[in-house]
């Protein structure tokens, strides 16, 4: 049982900065990786970055270079530093648990509840 708790939503101009966390309680002793993703309505869920038990990090092309994924040292916290922010950053964030690189096979993590992304200006 892995809860999650996002915040650092909000409205930012084009060429801004936000920052994302999430924060995990429950059972975090099990650990794979976090990710984070974002949703966009009409189009397809997006994993935008993930940080596994190594702290090896994947980026997706559309972020690379902008977006910085970590996390703390007991994996209860992952915060998403995001810069040089556009338009097509606008989306509902949801951070993601994977306790299990199984779960992390069938993308089937613990959700956070979302938080919305609105760059706009």
């Known amino acids: 049982q892995v809860r999650l708790v996002e915040s650092g939503g909000g409205l930012v101009q084009p060429g801004g900065s936000l920052t994302l966390s999430c924060a995990a309680s429950?059972?975090?002793?099990?650990?794979?990786?976090m990710a984070w993703y974002r949703q966009t309505p009409g189009k397809q869920r997006e994993q935008v970055a993930v940080?596994?038990?190594?702290?090896?990090?994947w980026y997706a092309d559309s972020v690379k270079g902008r977006l910085s994924i970590s996390r703390d040292s007991d994996k209860s916290t992952s915060t998403l530093q995001m810069d040089n922010l556009t338009l097509e950053d606008t989306g509902v964030y949801y951070c993601?648990?994977?306790?299990?690189?199984?779960?992390?096979?069938?993308?089937?993590?613990?959700w956070g509840q979302g938080t919305q992304v609105t760059v706009s200006s």
């Open positions: 993601a648990y994977f306790s299990r690189y199984s779960d992390f096979e069938r993308e089937l993590p613990s």
């Open positions: 429950g059972n975090t002793f099990i650990f794979h990786a």
């Open positions: 940080i596994d038990r190594y702290r090896s990090t």
